[in-house]
């Protein structure tokens, strides 16, 4: 059974879910998502960008779990920004998505033409109930700070790449004293971190993968997680970490591992200027 989080508005996220990027071949979609299901994942994070927010909804609906048990997150498309732009991407990712509304809602990167007329639409989204909680996605510290000026309903959540090699404590810090929930993409840095000596110490003391002790160190930390994976065994073992827990000094030890150069995405002020 996977924990949940609280998010500031009161909704409550599993804090472990399925990540979908890059599974658009429907035969794997289908065994990967059948697979996360019965695993256990009940939270599914795609978007607009993805192009799998179709695939995703027929296979769910398919799948016969009931949608209240079933927790999924999107995000506005960069080129899909600004108010009435947004109010219609969002309509067809719920027509899409097959559902009445969408459990979390994220701006996918800050944009600078667009900053306050998305979110202000994602108010609007909000206060007529068609998605459950609202949030952003590759904020910093900065870009929060300039929502909060005119915003009216504070973000629920910020998602950002954040694993053992870049573990971006000072905003995750930040984000705790504001209340907003920390979620990380690319949890297991792409692979790179999977092959650490350190990571795989730890991993054979108690007989768990590297990505077990990554997962563990996320959920220890109170971060969201949402590990991806096309392969089946992958699937399940990434779901399987509520049976040992990381000491503290070995959350330490992970927490040092940060490095300057550890971020492999992009820097969100550089690549999404134009937007
Ligand atoms: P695959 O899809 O072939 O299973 P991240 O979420 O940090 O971006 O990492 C995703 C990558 O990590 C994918 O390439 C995925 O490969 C791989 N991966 C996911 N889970 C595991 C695991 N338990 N062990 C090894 N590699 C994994």
Same mark, same amino acid.
Request: glycine share 6%; charged share 30%; net charge negative.
């Given at each position: 059974?996977?924990?949940?989080?609280?998010?500031?508005?009161?909704?409550?996220?599993?804090?472990?879910?399925?990540?979908?990027?890059?599974?658009?071949?429907?035969?794997?979609?289908?065994?990967?998502?059948?697979?996360?299901?019965?695993?256990?994942?009940?939270?599914?994070?795609?978007?607009?960008?993805?192009?799998?927010?179709?695939?995703l909804g027929k296979l769910l609906r398919e799948s016969g779990y009931p949608r209240n048990d079933l927790f999924i997150t999107?995000?506005?498309?960069?080129?899909?920004?600004?108010?009435?732009?947004?109010?219609?991407?969002?309509?067809?990712?719920?027509?899409?998505?097959?559902?009445?509304?969408?459990?979390?809602?994220?701006?996918?990167?800050?944009?600078?033409?667009?900053?306050?007329?998305?979110?202000?639409?994602?108010?609007?989204?909000?206060?007529?109930?068609?998605?459950?909680?609202?949030?952003?996605?590759?904020?910093?510290? =900065?870009?929060?700070?300039?929502?909060?000026?005119?915003?009216?309903?504070?973000?629920?959540?910020?998602?950002?790449?954040? =694993? *053992?090699?870049?573990?971006?404590?000072?905003?995750?810090?930040?984000?705790?004293?504001?209340?907003?929930?920390?979620?990380?993409?690319? *949890?297991?840095?792409?692979?790179?971190?999977?092959?650490?000596?350190?990571?795989?110490?730890?991993?054979?003391?108690?007989?768990?993968?590297?990505?077990?002790?990554?997962?563990?160190? =996320?959920?220890?930390?109170?971060?969201?997680?949402?590990?991806?994976?096309?392969?089946?065994?992958?699937?399940?073992?990434?779901?399987?970490?509520?049976?040992?827990?990381?000491?503290?000094?070995?959350?330490?030890?992970?927490?040092?591992?940060?490095?300057?150069?550890?971020?492999?995405? *992009?820097?969100?002020?550089?690549?999404?200027?134009?937007?």
């Amino acid at each position: 059974i996977i924990d949940t989080v609280k998010l500031n508005n009161g909704v409550e996220m599993p804090q472990l879910g399925f990540g979908v990027y890059l599974i658009t071949d429907q035969d794997k979609a289908r065994a990967a998502i059948d697979k996360a299901l019965d695993s256990g994942y009940r939270a599914f994070d795609t978007a607009e960008f993805y192009r799998n927010e179709a695939l995703l909804g027929k296979l769910l609906r398919e799948s016969g779990y009931p949608r209240n048990d079933l927790f999924i997150t999107t995000k506005i498309d960069n080129p899909l920004q600004g108010y009435d732009s947004t109010l219609k991407a969002i309509n067809q990712s719920l027509k899409d998505l097959q559902v009445e509304q969408i459990d979390l809602l994220l701006v996918h990167w800050p944009s600078k033409k667009h900053f306050f007329e998305t979110w202000k639409a994602f108010e609007r989204l909000y206060d007529e109930k068609l998605v459950h909680a609202i949030g952003v996605s590759n904020f910093e510290i =900065h870009h929060i700070e300039k929502l909060a000026t005119k915003a009216n309903v504070k973000p629920a959540v910020d998602q950002m790449e954040i =694993h *053992p090699y870049f573990t971006q404590s000072e905003l995750r810090g930040y984000l705790k004293k504001e209340g907003i929930a920390v979620e990380a993409w690319s *949890p297991l840095g792409r692979g790179a971190v999977l092959s650490d000596e350190t990571i795989g110490k730890i991993a054979e003391k108690y007989g768990k993968s590297p990505a077990q002790v990554i997962i563990r160190w =996320h959920l220890q930390s109170g971060t969201i997680v949402i590990p991806k994976s096309q392969t089946p065994k992958r699937i399940a073992q990434n779901a399987d970490v509520y049976g040992f827990s990381l000491t503290d000094e070995e959350m330490q030890v992970i927490d040092a591992m940060d490095r300057e150069d550890g971020r492999n995405g *992009p820097v969100p002020d550089e690549r999404y200027e134009e937007i």
